[in-house]
């Protein structure tokens, strides 16, 4: 098989082949991923689809991570060196997500995804690998993060039951995303715009990473305020102003929004799910 991985940056791929056009995001100088930085040019690995598909079985349900509204995420492994897919067990295990085929939103949470991952670098932010787009098919590839998402810890799902998680580890996992919220905030001017945790994800060594940029957008620029009339994210981790005005203030409510959420999370502040492992929910009013 002739090799189908390439390596491209985002000022190569066209919107209208289904990928990000250069963003537009700030340049600061580029810092070692232990301190966080933004890359000026983002290296992400184009693969195949016929590549993806080999390094995850084929899709096949044993290898499925996780799925959401917009698509699924398999497990996959490929040669640490070549990233060539490899038989299973055998090599350097990555997650693939594939995204449905008749998603429109989820087609520009896949370039969104791109345009933030592809160029950020910090310890607390889950790594993009690369992307495959290929005829309807989008996916993209990040690194395998194997003690899953943390609310696999928290909250009984169907898919396995509580893997505990003790007091220092879920206190580290609070320090870690403090850290990933206060460089997309203060380093970058970005609004993740969903911060809970099925999205934050745990390494071996229970390092916490932020995950699904889907949503993210700039900030505040030049002292600007920008109003939306959308409110996105997930019932639960609003900000309270987020939910009382028809008209959304960017820079003064998002922010808000991503910090209120945090404290949902976090011991240092409500903690209330790392208290009682119980999920929030909205309550009408």
Not at 86 to 110: F, N
Not at 122 to 138: A, F, T
Request: proline content about 4%; glycine content about 6%; aromatic content about 10%.
């Amino acid at each position: 098989m002739g090799s189908c991985i390439s390596t491209v940056s985002n000022a190569e791929i066209d919107l209208h082949r289904g990928v990000i056009p250069e963003t537009d995001l700030h340049r600061v100088t580029s810092h070692p991923r232990t301190q966080g930085g933004i890359i000026e040019a983002a290296n992400l690995v184009c693969f195949c689809f016929s590549e993806l598909a080999a390094a995850t079985g084929h899709f096949i349900n044993e290898n499925v991570l996780g799925s959401g509204e917009f698509g699924v995420v398999y497990k996959g492994w490929v040669d640490e060196h070549s990233l060539k897919a490899t038989s299973p067990e055998m090599g350097m295990p990555i997650a693939v997500k594939k995204l449905r085929d008749d998603s429109c939103q989820g087609q520009q949470e896949w370039l969104t995804e791109i345009k933030y991952l592809g160029h950020l670098c910090h310890p607390n932010l889950v790594k993009l690998m690369g992307y495959c787009i290929e005829d309807k098919n989008r996916l993209l590839v990040y690194e395998f993060m194997p003690n899953s998402s943390l609310d696999r810890h928290l909250f009984e799902t169907g898919h396995s039951p509580v893997q505990t998680i003790t007091w220092h580890h879920r206190i580290k996992v609070a320090l870690n995303v403090a850290k990933a919220l206060a460089f997309l905030h203060h380093e970058v001017d970005a609004i993740h715009r969903d911060v809970k945790p099925s999205n934050i994800l745990l390494d071996a060594n229970y390092n916490a990473k932020l995950s699904d940029f889907g949503l993210a957008k700039d900030g505040s620029v030049n002292s600007r305020t920008h109003v939306t009339t959308r409110v996105l994210g997930t019932e639960g981790y609003y900000a309270p102003e987020y939910m009382e005005s028809d008209k959304i203030f960017v820079d003064k409510v998002y922010f808000k929004d991503n910090s209120f959420a945090f404290g949902h999370t976090s011991p240092p502040y409500i903690a209330m799910e790392f208290l009682r492992s119980f999920k929030n929910i909205l309550i009408p009013r």
